[in-house]
């Protein structure tokens, strides 16, 4: 099958980046989400970004009016999604937001349509069954921010036809993107499963006393020489993403150890959730928001 045109179906943080990916690449692509002010902010983040990477000339002037002529924004799902090939995913981590928004679009896109979700953490059986067609469902989980971030994991379930991966890692490689493919599910896939269990453990520690977030920080990126510290982290991919996912896994495993941290919980309670609030673990002032 040959994809031509792309609905992204949720215009935050990872909706709008993936849409322009699409654009980029030479796809129709259409980005809707329920809100104009989303679909507004996702439109003047995107100018902006382009505008500097045609100042960097990692695109030409061209290149980038190119994409945008490619690239639409709208509040009507049908709109979006009647005659897209491939649709993805990337509303709020809740399941059952997720389940109802394939069984909406199952009934709008063509027949031969792929049906992906950009789900950091919820596999998609969970979710193919909303739809009349389980073996054309997979994930496509690229990572924050998918404009600068070079993979994607591509997690195949057993409901999922093997022409419906080859589609998915084929449009990844035209976005310019390293797919990888995972045979089998599980929850949080590869790359995140490792986080995750850093993520916690730093929590653990700091919770426990035994040093503030700032140092944990200092020490992973001086000592493991990662790039970011894991509170920088979550600051950077929000707050209530996190805890939102952990609340999905809790629902799955009722594993005590997979509910929201204490701390998690209050942040999220307070509005403070990361870089796009202006306040987490970190403060931030209004140049770095998103």
């Known amino acids: 099958m040959k994809v031509e045109q792309i609905a992204v179906i949720g215009a935050g943080s990872m909706g709008h980046q993936i849409a322009m990916l699409g654009a980029l690449a030479g ?12 679909l ?64 909406k679009l ?3 896109v063509p027949s031969h349509a792929i049906l992906a979700t950009n789900s950091s953490t919820i596999v998609s059986s969970l979710i193919a069954d909303a739809t009349s067609r389980p073996g054309s469902v997979c994930n496509m989980h690229f990572f924050f921010p998918p404009l600068v971030m070079d993979c994607v994991e591509v997690v195949k379930g057993e409901h999922t036809t ?14 310019n993107r390293t797919a990888v493919l995972l045979q089998k599910e599980i ?26 977030f700032k140092d944990i920080d200092k020490i992973t990126k001086k000592a493991l020489h990662h790039p970011i510290g894991p509170f ?9 993403v996190g805890y939102y996912v ?3 896994q809790y629902e799955e495993t009722k594993d005590p150890n997979d509910k929201p941290s204490k701390t998690l919980t209050e942040k999220v309670e307070a509005g403070e959730l990361g870089r796009k609030t202006g306040k987490g673990f970190y403060t931030y002032d209004n140049k770095v928001r998103n």
């Open 27 to 38: 796809f129709r692509t259409s980005l809707q989400d329920i809100s104009n002010d989303s």
């Open 40 to 103: 507004a902010q996702a439109k003047d983040k995107l100018a902006d970004i382009m505008d500097k990477w045609v100042a960097k000339d990692k695109i030409s002037e061209a290149e980038r009016n190119e994409a945008f002529s490619r690239l639409t924004f709208t509040t009507d799902l049908r709109d979006a999604a009647s005659e897209a090939d491939l649709v993805i995913e990337a509303v709020v981590e809740k399941l059952a937001v997720k389940r109802e928004v394939f069984r």
């Open 106 to 108: 199952d009934e709008i």
């Open 162 to 175: 093997d022409e419906t991966a080859a589609v998915a890692m084929e449009v990844c490689e035209q976005m």
């Open 187 to 212: 929850s949080g896939f590869i790359a995140n499963r490792i986080l995750f269990a850093i993520q916690k453990e730093a929590m653990s520690l700091y919770e426990g006393g035994y040093a503030d």
């Open 232 to 240: 920088e982290l979550m600051d950077l991919s929000g707050i209530d």
């Open 246 to 248: 952990m609340q999905q």
